[in-house]
């Protein structure tokens, strides 16, 4: 175990900001690119609608880039929840002009080259014409529609009556948003940092119509607070909640099958489970107590894309 952890948790009780200044994910176009694609492909492969009018996003970041790209791809309204305001009109202008300039070009997607911490992996990485027609570009990327959606971003924080972008920062439990209102709800590395994963997928599924879809890619990696890629499985609950301090969100360290079963109690079915595995963590003798008894599939699970519907 490394002492910076528990450092950096007894300096957030100071009295100082422990709010980081940015997530350093989506400050970039091409990754926004990827990400929605990535989703959207997803969708079509397993014979689901991949072209949902109405797109919730959980803890965007920097920026609304992954959703402007579903808004770019045809969707009508996207909502954006988070726990830190990260985003402003002038970054989202930015990446958003930038996106179109992709979409216009039917740009590849960015592959593991590019991104090679980006999953999930994809077996073709070309424009998805099949998916993204002609016909559907055109009326996306309408000029008229554009200057309207950048009209909404440019007032962000002051949204106009029939926006089709809401940021709701920060969102603290499922009377935010409207139930069954919802086609699609995702997130890109954001789960593995809820406090409590249970009341989420609640929360998602409460947002969902009947038969909604969900699409989560979740990082089981220690973020660089340890050495050791898992190795935050390692400290004692005790001293993880050192670690933890005030921060507004940490690492929850739920492994997959936690994930797992908190989405079937809260009422989804399972549909495809995409997990990447890693070797060389920490070993069963050297984990913590609370999580000495996880899984053999559990321990070397670095990452997994899930896709689930409500039931």
């Known amino acids: 175990m490394q002492i910076r952890p528990i450092l950096r948790g007894l300096k957030s009780y100071l009295p100082i ?102 999953f999930p992996r994809l077996s073709s990485y070309a424009f998805p014409a099949h998916i993204l027609d002609e016909a559907r570009l055109a009326q996306a990327l309408a000029p008229a529609r554009i200057e309207r959606l950048r009209a909404d971003l440019a007032a962000l924080h002051h949204p106009r009556p029939q926006s089709a972008i809401s940021y709701i920062c920060p969102w603290t439990d499922a009377a935010v948003m409207q139930p069954d209102s919802a086609d699609f709800i995702f997130s890109q590395a954001v789960l593995e940092h809820v406090d409590d994963i249970a009341l989420t997928y609640r929360a998602c599924h409460h947002w969902l ?82 999580f000495r008894s996880m899984s053999d599939d559990d321990l070397i699970t670095s990452s997994a894309h899930v896709l689930a519907r409500k039931a």
């Open 209 to 290: 119509r009947p038969g909604g879809i969900t699409s989560h890619q979740i990082d089981f990696k220690s973020h660089g607070i340890t050495d050791v890629w898992n190795g935050h499985w390692g400290y004692p609950d005790w001293l993880w909640r050192i670690a933890r301090g005030r921060k507004p969100y940490f690492l929850n360290r739920a492994p997959l099958s936690a994930h797992l079963a908190a989405m079937q109690q809260a009422g989804f079915s399972l549909l495809q489970v995409l997990p990447v595995t890693r070797e060389g963590g920490l070993k069963r003798r050297q984990l913590a107590t609370s």
């Open 17 to 118: 900001s422990s709010v980081p200044a940015s997530t350093g994910g989506t400050i970039s176009a091409r990754y926004c690119y990827a990400v929605w694609l990535r989703h959207q492909v997803l969708l079509a492969e397993n014979g689901l609608n991949p072209h949902p009018q109405v797109i919730a996003e959980l803890g965007p970041g920097d920026s609304l880039g992954i959703g402007l790209a579903g808004l770019l791809s045809g969707a009508q309204r996207y909502i954006a929840l988070d726990v830190v305001a990260f985003a402003t009109p002038q970054r989202n202008l930015a990446i958003f002009d930038d996106l179109v300039a992709l979409f216009r070009a039917r740009a590849p997607i960015p592959d593991a080259r590019e991104f090679p911490q980006v």
